[in-house]
């Protein structure tokens, strides 16, 4: 495809608000939908309720039992224009640079797989098994309308032979670049506390205030160090990214010998990722309590986004919190319940097959396995067994990274034709693959 025509097409994805909540993604499945059909390729879409959309379109391949499923979502996560450089939903263009709401996460990725798809199309070539191009809403806040609802609906999703999405990148880090292809994912824990007490006026305050129960509660909870834990793919992680490294005062060998230096525990708490790899996370997102400043409210509340190891359990993880908060606020879990983990193995033709193209394209760069520090729709996919990576062929800073669900997320114009051209290498190659 012409760069031009795929950056226009990007801003125009980006301007469509398929922010959820609400959740309004119809508008953008239809846009995804148009290009098929002015291909030719047959799809469908299937709407779990009003103004919510997901798109099922298929290639037919030399067998039809168990597909590739590329795999996306077209929902992103809110966000408020007042607090961007500029307007998050009007697909603008600034030093090289196209900014929006899913510019990351995962819009351009899902506009660059349905090229990639609609390409093996055009190009006459005929998989080794059917290619399915999914695009889903609902992601962001769990999926149950979006792949859960499709998988439902149709029945062959789950005998799919593999399925690419999102959750690993290119990463550049000073001068060194690695590949990150995401075969796990941490659990999603999250859970809010809520205290009750006496309401009253300001300016006689009493031992009953619901706002100092959670406050006191919250930073109990935010002050716990949770233990660091070797999981075994962020073991090979750390390692690879890693390994033959100057840290502070000493050289990086491996991540248990690390483990003993108290120089290598500072630098895991300054460092966000590696700190989330290496234990349970749990990050206050949302206070709520009291409508007046000379007013004592009722009844007060703190969320909390947890993001738990996956060998952990996530009953124990609650009896800990509970334990940690006391006795003066109730907690609540609000997330999914999960108690088991599931993973991917990397020792396969698939994660072969991938790493082939990153290396014809970017040269002989390290490419690892990678545990997902949030959660994607992978997840469905892996607990019926099926062989589920996450990986966009784009080259992303720290800071571009930590930018994702934050203000002023972009892509680099360079990033969406590199995106596009390395996606359509992927799809190529896994759908030759017998």
């Known amino acids: 495809m012409d760069s031009d025509k795929l950056i226009e097409f990007s801003r125009e994805f980006l301007r469509l608000n398929s922010a959820n909540p609400p959740g309004c993604e119809e508008e953008s499945i239809l846009f995804l939908e148009s290009f098929l059909k002015k291909e030719g390729i047959e799809c469908e879409i299937f709407s779990p309720c009003e103004n919510r959309a997901n798109l099922f379109a298929r290639i037919e391949g030399r067998r039809s039992d168990m597909p590739l499923v590329v795999l996306s979502h077209v929902d992103t996560v809110p966000a408020k224009p007042d607090e961007w450089e500029v307007d998050p939903f009007k697909g603008e263009i600034k030093d090289g640079y196209l900014y929006g709401r899913g510019a990351i996460d995962m819009k351009i990725q899902a506009l660059c797989q349905l090229f990639a798809f609609i390409d093996i199309k055009k190009d006459g ?5 059917d290619i399915i191009y999914l695009a ?21 999703l789950q005998d799919a032979d593999f399925v690419i ?50 406050i006191e509660a919250a930073h109990k909870i935010l002050s716990y160090k949770w233990p660091i834990k070797l999981y075994p793919v962020a073991l090979k992680y750390i390692d690879g990214i890693l390994k033959g490294k100057t840290i502070q005062d000493f050289i990086y060998t491996d991540l248990k010998t690390a483990l003993r230096r108290k120089a290598f525990l500072n630098f895991v708490e300054e460092n966000p990722v590696i700190n989330a790899l290496l234990r349970n996370t749990v990050t206050c997102t949302i206070l709520k309590g009291g409508e007046k400043v000379n007013m004592i409210p ?4 703190a969320a909390f986004d947890a993001r738990i190891l996956p060998s952990e359990r996530q009953n124990k993880f609650y009896t800990k919190i509970k334990r940690i908060a006391g006795k003066n606020v109730e907690v609540v879990p609000s997330g999914e319940n999960l108690e088991r983990a599931y993973y ?40 019926k067994g099926v062989p589920s990576y996450g990986f966009f062929p784009i080259v992303l800073t720290k800071d ?14 360079e990033n969406i034709v590199r995106g596009y051209e390395g996606t359509r290498r992927i799809i190529r190659a896994l759908a030759t693959l017998k």
């Open 125 to 129: 070539l005929v998989p080794e098994r």
């Open 136 to 156: 889903t809403c609902d992601e962001e806040t769990g999926g149950k309308l979006g792949v859960k609802f499709m998988m439902e609906k149709k029945e062959i």
């Open 165 to 214: 999405s999102e959750g690993g990148f290119i990463i550049q880090d000073g001068n060194s670049v690695h590949a990150q292809i995401s075969v796990t994912e941490k659990k999603v824990s999250q859970f809010y506390i809520r205290a009750k007490g006496k309401g009253g006026h300001g300016s006689t305050p009493h031992k009953d205030n619901p706002n100092e129960k959670v």
């Open 298 to 301: 009722v009844e007060a509340e």
């Open 344 to 383: 991917s193995n990397y020792k396969t033709k698939y994660f072969e097959a991938i790493e082939n193209v990153i290396r014809e394209s970017f040269g002989p760069i390290k490419v690892l396995p990678y545990m997902t520090t949030g959660a994607t729709d992978l997840r469905y996919f892996r607990s």
């Open 400 to 413: 571009e990274i930590m930018r994702m669900h934050g203000v002023n997320e972009r892509i680099s114009l």
